[in-house]
């Protein structure tokens, strides 16, 4: 049985400011919880339902100092999805640190992506595609808003990020540094020669694209043709369709 | 002034029972009316603030047999948006028509897919592919739900849909029809052979994929090659990269 102090300290953490304050920031359902707990992440606190408990034995090394048994309404109470029937997990956030590309590797580089659901499918797209660092412009959705980890699927364990003054992290790119942008009207994506040395690949703002402050550091602008009438690709779509283009391009 | 039986006539529309009832749907927001009144949809009724109003004139004969002028409190009093300062529009629902592929035509099949946000956003990426017409089992998300057509950012108007038994339909193709599926063992998609013949592409619900009784229906599996850890790709993102793919390889 959850205190209602405890419990209201969970909600706070729904919250972008009392995730801050706090360090910690929310995992919920199995699946998440389950690749939280096996990932390098430090959990501090684990509510789970008895049957998730019992279906997840823990080796000693891995118990999270504090674990509570709870019932489903008490978890569906305290977190944010509309029913969670298993776990709950309060993780600490990670230091930010700086992220560059090694040499084949490929990066992304979010400006101003706003929407969380945006951005935890990002990141899932990223996890498919063996990248593994993502740095974002500060105004990028926080990765740690409870939608975002969600919607990653448990990616957000595997992916790394770097928030960041993006302008000033781009200006400092060594020169001849490989950093394609999606544009509207940038080269066509089907005949761009990847290749294998890796690089950058730029996202911009679900309304407004990349910021023009931005546009110089780009060495090259693609764009996904369009054979139909939709307006645009949801950023999401796009950075799927430039990743698997560049990977089967380096192959 | 909205009288109160006619704003609870429009809040009935957020259930499928009524829009069936009625025969009649919600398009909201700025871009999704306006792209309906340009399109060959019937609207019954257009509810629009003043700004909307003055800056969206109609042609005599694109006029709804009923306008309303209303407040911004109003529109989002009887929509499901969270806020709506523009418009919203009560528009006919379209005969179920069946839907076959002409040669050099794709067209999609959705087996079950369940979340109207994907249903919304495979309309847009169909839209964006060149795909007219999408096939549902009569499973999958009611594209009149008004997270679908939100969710579709005004490809609604361009892409046509038919519900029906997927199984019988997919049974009474041509023999010799092309018909990829999508699965996660299948060949994979970059080195696809997709040629300019067209045929169908039919993607599976979020969870359990393609149903055992379509597989025999299927001619080509297909498979996005996996670089990371991510155990799937979103049902939208799939698409759209199969799509991406499809149409690259048909050049």
Redesign the interface.
Same mark, same amino acid.
């Given at each position: 049985m959850l205190s209602k102090n405890r419990a209201q300290f969970i909600r706070s953490l729904h919250q972008k400011k009392f995730r801050q304050e706090h360090g910690l920031f929310l995992v919920e359902g199995a699946k998440s919880v389950r690749e939280v707990l096996a990932s390098d992440f430090r959990v501090d606190t684990l509510l789970a339902t008895e049957a998730f408990y019992k279906e997840n034995a823990l080796p000693a090394d891995r118990q999270p100092p504090s674990v509570e048994i709870v019932s489903p309404e008490e978890l569906t109470r305290v977190g944010t999805l509309e029913s969670n029937n298993m776990a709950l997990a309060l993780v600490r956030t990670r230091e930010n640190r700086p992220l560059l590309a090694e040499p084949g590797e490929i990066v992304l580089l979010l400006d101003d992506v706003r929407d969380p659901g945006n951005l935890g499918?990002i990141l $899932?797209?990223? &996890?498919?595609?063996?990248?593994?660092k993502v740095v974002c412009s500060d105004t990028t959705a926080e990765v740690y808003n409870p939608k975002v980890i969600s919607a990653s699927?448990?990616?957000f364990t595997?992916v790394h990020w770097y928030y960041t003054d993006l302008v000033a992290y781009a200006q400092a790119l060594p020169a001849g540094t490989p950093v394609y942008g999606a544009f509207l009207d940038g080269q066509n994506v089907?005949n761009l020669p990847f290749g294998t040395e890796g690089g950058y690949l730029m996202m911009g703002n679900e309304a407004n694209g990349i910021r023009p402050e931005l546009v110089p550091m780009v060495s090259r602008s693609v764009t996904?043709? $369009?054979?139909? &009438?939709?307006?645009?690709?949801?950023v999401?779509?796009a950075t799927?369709?430039i990743l698997?283009?560049w990977?089967?391009g380096a192959?």
């Open positions: 499918t $899932r797209i990223a &996890d498919w595609y063996g990248v593994r699927k448990g990616s595997r089907h996904i043709p $369009r054979y139909g &009438d939709a307006e645009s690709l949801n999401g779509i799927a369709v698997d283009n990977r089967r192959m």
